[in-house]
């Protein structure tokens, strides 16, 4: 029986196969929405990248030999590293609309200071904004939106096949004109509980002309909140219809942005 030799070139060229796949996905694994919080550990993120790569390899394209330890294979490294953050990136900006809509909302009505730590960002949100990240998350999950993302990030292997990644100045620009994105449509989303508050602000500036005796502040304060949540109650029967245009235009912009050179 002849012994099996293993030559170091066959070697790197196997890790190599395994490496570049699995740059990628720990850049994606790393930011994209429910996965890349920190409610999910960093080592269940690494192994749960490390078996994609392994899973996936048989549907990627020819992959370039390297040499682990040369500057050259660094760079290629970095490249799919960056380009699976920007596909995250791109998703977590799409759950922020979410997240500012209630900010903007909660503000409006005098609920800033009913904050709370968001345990998927450990930062401190009101509790609307927590409210709709929830709602998005469960209808994320239930759309299979993170295996579309994966998905995604396989096809990315078609415009971008590793070692000639070309990231080019328009890509990083088109990705910071979506901010000016995200306050449209959270806006858009915050636009009927604004022009809801405004008349009722406008007859409680009517009735404090009118009866200058009525303590305004006291009475209208509680009233503007619970107008405020039955409006909020209100609007989420077009809740999916939202998340569905939204989550639609982020497809669409990830795919002029990663997935189109």
Known sequence: MQPIILTDQQIAQWLGQLFLPLTRYSGLLMLMPVIGTRLVPARTRMMLAFWLAIISAPLLPA???????????????????????????????????????????????????????????????TSLSQFYLLLVTLCFIGMNGHILLIEALLRSYQAFPPGAIDLSREHFIEIALLSSWLFEKA?????????????????????SRSAPQLNIFAVGFPFTVLCGLLMIGYGLNNFLADFAMIIEQGFAHLESITLTR
């Open 63 to 125: 992959l370039p030999a390297l040499d682990l330890l040369s500057l050259p294979t660094l760079l290629i490294l970095a490249e799919e590293l960056l380009l699976g953050m920007m596909i995250g990136f791109i998703f977590m900006l799409v759950f922020q609309v979410f997240v500012l809509a209630g900010q903007f909302m909660a503000l409006k009505l005098g609920m800033g200071f009913s904050a709370m730590n968001d345990p998927t960002t450990g930062i401190s949100v």
């Open 187 to 207: 806006l858009v989303m915050s636009l009927p509980v604004f022009a809801f508050l405004m008349v009722i602000n406008i007859a409680f500036g009517i009735m």
